[in-house]
């Protein structure tokens, strides 16, 4: 089973993405679906992240701008992004969780231009 994100791309800032991630077959137990992204030269940082019953976080620097959200039925996560900053480039990956395995998707570009 493989994770597929779409919905990245080039905007300029203020402007909108909505992110996707979709697993390829079923994955049994997912617990935490999440968001994260990796700027040029900097280490992998956890831009959000959903419980199996819902619960939230965020870090502080998308708190306001960045909306995480399940569709369990459909094993997908999505990321809806607005008031994006240059600084929000990097690309994006998302992850499930499960009792024995981490799966990660494979990576979508967001740029943001200024």
């Known amino acids: 089973v493989q994770l597929q994100a779409s919905g990245g791309g080039l905007v300029q800032a203020g402007g909108s993405l909505r992110l996707s991630c979709a697993a390829s077959?079923?994955?049994?137990?997912?617990?935490?679906m999440g968001w994260y992204r990796q700027a040029p030269g900097k280490q992998r940082e956890l831009v959000a992240r959903?419980?199996?019953?819902?619960?939230?976080n965020y870090a502080a620097s998308v708190e306001g701008r960045f909306t995480i959200s399940r569709d369990n039925a459909r094993d997908t996560v999505y990321l809806q992004m607005i008031s994006l900053k240059p600084e929000d480039t990097a690309v994006y990956y998302c992850?499930?969780?499960?009792?024995?395995?981490?799966?990660w998707g494979q990576g979508t570009q967001v740029t943001v231009s200024s």
């Open positions: 992850l499930f969780t499960t009792p024995n395995y981490n799966y």
């Open positions: 077959g079923s994955i049994f137990s997912i617990n935490d």
């Open positions: 959903i419980s199996s019953i819902g619960s939230t």
